[in-house]
Nanobody, 120 residues
Framework: QVQLVESGGGLVQAGGSLRLSCAAS????????HGWYRQAPGKQRELVAT???????DYADSVKGRFAISRDNAKNTVYLQMNSLKPEDTAVYYCNARQYYSDGNYKNYWGQGTQVTVSS
């Protein structure tokens, strides 16, 4: 089992920055990829950024050039640096950890979510 705890959300003006943190505990050695997702009111949860154990990274088009995902393996912590924030970035942000199995299946773990609100 893996436990995820996010922190760092809050209220910021448009153009500002925030850094989200996701601390993992438990069977962290089993994690193959970390991701940040977000869900705005009335919308589906969407992938924002992902970082794999290989080090490869992907971003949603809407955040490319503004957000950066990184990890500190020694601290079992993943970060999401968010710059040039826009009101449309307002959402609950969720940390995700994914464990892949040899048969191709996988298991997702989720944090409790942290609110990010960007005022115009």
């Amino acid at each position: 089992q893996v436990q995820l705890v996010e922190s760092g959300g809050g209220l910021v003006q448009a153009g500002g920055s925030l850094r989200l943190s996701c601390a993992a505990s438990g069977d962290t050695f089993s994690i193959n990829a970390h991701g940040w997702y977000r869900q705005a009111p009335g919308k589906q949860r969407e992938l924002v950024a992902t970082i794999r154990s290989s080090g490869s990274i992907d971003y949603a088009d809407s955040v490319k050039g503004r957000f950066a995902i990184s990890r500190d393996n020694a601290k079992n912590t993943v970060y999401l640096q968010m710059n040039s924030l826009k009101p449309e970035d307002t959402a609950v942000y969720y940390c995700n950890a994914r464990q892949y199995y040899s048969d191709g299946n996988y298991k997702n773990y989720w944090g409790q979510g942290t609110q990010v609100t960007v005022s115009s």
